[in-house]
């Protein structure tokens, strides 16, 4: 599943590439096509996300919610002036690296005839973006938005002045593991499996330590990392924890091999203490962990 990062790429993308233009939005899948039409030849005011919420809104007052979920992607494409990603979604389907859209070759006529089961697609006079395999697309008022958003916990990539201190409130309040609540939505909106192992490495916490157990300077310094490393997601476009001194190879960019501490890694050496990096299960997702740098 697209980490929060990811969203705010789309966010931006949607912004730089559409905002200010009329739009012609269909759903070439059939599924969504009442939505389309609500929408079909408005114009795209701006993007906002939150966590892992996509919201599209038009100069009629209407929003286009979007949640990818693990399947869903976007891809991209347009004249010599579209410039952005080709893709941005599901690691699964794209990766989180997204490659840089450089112009289509020859003269632009217009979008490609869809591939498979596209949603909705999106099309102004200089570009296109098709949409596949999202959780949620629908359509909702600024009213319906809100009551999503009020449901959510605060997002490190935006920062409120009391985004931290909400952090830690609701961390603390909840006697599960750390590590499930660090994907629950309500505690914090964006982090996912890369980020939750990352990050709980990083600062030294155990897994299995309870939300009551984190100390208040701990979830402080938790959620500073979190807005470091995700806000670094944001800027390169992937998911990259590991610090130079302790990446085997120092090159740029990052070697896959070298972005993570634990993701992904069980079986190999830690990267400080060379303990081998182990791998269960929690809320039925893969936790990575260090038994020795996390011993809690």
């Not at 408005?42 to 939150?50: D, K, M, S, T």
């Not at 591939?115 to 697309?137: E, F, N």
Request: with cysteine; hydrophobic share 40%; glycine share 10%.
């Amino acid at each position: 599943m697209p980490e929060g990062h990811s969203i705010h790429r789309l966010a931006r993308q949607f912004t730089s590439v559409f905002a200010g233009q009329r739009l012609a939005v269909t759903s070439p899948q059939g599924r969504f096509a009442a939505g389309a039409a609500q929408l079909d030849g408005h114009v795209l005011a701006g993007a906002q996300a939150h966590g892992k919420q996509l919201f599209l809104e038009f100069d009629n007052e209407l929003i286009l919610r979007i949640h990818l979920g693990l399947y869903g992607a976007f891809d991209f494409g347009g004249d010599e002036t579209f410039r952005g990603a080709s893709s941005i979604g599901a690691p699964r389907r794209v990766g989180e690296q997204e490659a840089p859209d450089d112009g289509a070759a020859g003269t632009y006529t217009g979008p490609p005839p869809p591939k498979g089961a596209v949603r909705v697609r999106l099309v102004s006079p200089h570009g296109w973006a098709d949409l596949r395999g999202p959780t949620a697309c629908e359509v909702i008022t600024g009213a319906e938005r809100s009551q999503v958003l009020a449901r959510l916990g605060p997002d490190p990539l935006q920062l409120h002045s009391n985004g931290a201190e909400d952090f830690v409130r609701r961390l603390r309040s909840r006697g599960s593991p750390v590590a499930a609540l660090l994907m629950n939505q309500e505690v914090l909106a964006g982090v996912g499996n890369v980020y939750r192992a990352e990050v709980l490495f990083r600062q030294r916490i155990s897994p299995w330590a309870t939300g009551k157990a984190v100390q208040p300077e701990q979830a402080r310094a938790l959620w500073n990392d979190v807005v470091s490393v995700m806000a670094d997601g944001v800027a390169e476009g992937r998911i990259v924890t590991t610090r130079p001194e302790h990446r085997a190879v120092r090159s740029e960019p990052v070697p896959a091999a070298e972005a993570h501490y634990v993701y992904k890694r069980q079986g190999l050496p830690c990267r400080i203490c060379g303990t081998e990096i182990a791998l269960t299960e929690m809320a039925a997702r893969k936790l990575y962990w260090c038994p020795v740098c996390q011993a809690g």
